[in-house]
C-alpha cells in the first residue's frame, strides 16, 4: 500500500509504502533484491519495520512537493524542470502564496469529477525561491487535491505575468470553481519530496 499517487510525470523524491510479512528477514538483503528487479528509475533505500496497524496512506501527517522551473533553455532539465522564459514578479507570487493560509477549501484547485469527501486541506507552507535561473515553489500540506499543486502553480504564475491581483487570487479561491483557476502546469516540474509520519 503506497502512501499515495501522484499524476503521470510526477517525480517522488521521497515515497513511503507498507506491506505485511510474517517472515523475520534480514533487511540490506531483501533491499538489495528489490533493487535488483525494479526498473532504473525506482529504488528502495530502506525497509522499516513498524507497528501491525501502521498506514503508509492514512497515517502520513504532512506531504511537501517542490515545482520546478527553469527560465534559461537546458538541455539536460527537459525532464526534470519546466522551461518558462517569460519574466514573473517572484515577490508577487510570495504575496499570492501567502493568501493560500488563510483559506481550507481549495475546490477551485481540484480536478473536477474527482472522488472526495472533502476538499479542505491544511497549508503549512508555500513559497517561491529563485536561483539563479531556477524558480521553486515549495508547499506543505496535510493533504491534496487531485492536480491541487499543478493548478495552484499556474494560478501563481498568472499573477507573476499580472494577468491576475492578489485580490483576484483571493476571489477564486472563495469561488471553489476549477474554471476560475489558472492552467495546470506540465507534471514533469513537480516533485514530491517529503512525507512526515509521527512515528518516524
Excluded at 501491525?52 to 504532512?62: G, L, S, V, Y
Excluded at 494577468?163 to 507534471?187: H, W
Amino acid at each position: 500500500m503506497g502512501a499515495g499517487r501522484t499524476d503521470t510525470g510526477v517525480h517522488a523524491k521521497e515515497m513511503f509504502a507498507h506491506f505485511d510479512f510474517e517472515t523475520i528477514f534480514e533487511i540490506a538483503s531483501l533491499v538489495h533484491k528489490l533493487n535488483s528487479y525494479l526498473p532504473k528509475d525506482i529504488v528502495v533505500y530502506d525497509i522499516i519495520p513498524v507497528q501491525p496497524e501502521a498506514h503508509a496512506r492514512f497515517d502520513a501527517t504532512k506531504r511537501t512537493y517542490e515545482y520546478h522551473i527553469n527560465t534559461y533553455k537546458d538541455a539536460f532539465l527537459v525532464d526534470v524542470s519546466w522551461y518558462f522564459h517569460q519574466k514573473l514578479d517572484i515577490n508577487l507570487m510570495n504575496e499570492a502564496a501567502k493568501l493560500l493560509f488563510d483559506h481550507i477549501d481549495f475546490q477551485c484547485f481540484s480536478k473536477v469529477n474527482t472522488d472526495v469527501n472533502t476538499f479542505d486541506c491544511t497549508i503549512f507552507e508555500a513559497h517561491w525561491q529563485q536561483h539563479n535561473n531556477k524558480l521553486v515553489f515549495t508547499i506543505s500540506a496535510n493533504r491534496f487535491l487531485r492536480n491541487m499543486v499543478r493548478a495552484i502553480v499556474g494560478t501563481l504564475i498568472n499573477v507573476g505575468l499580472q494577468k491576475i491581483s492578489l485580490d483576484d487570487f483571493n476571489d477564486i479561491i472563495i469561488s471553489k470553481n476549477r474554471d476560475n483557476a489558472g492552467f495546470s502546469v506540465p507534471a514533469h516540474g513537480l516533485y514530491l519530496t517529503k512525507i512526515d509520519y509521527d512515528y518516524l
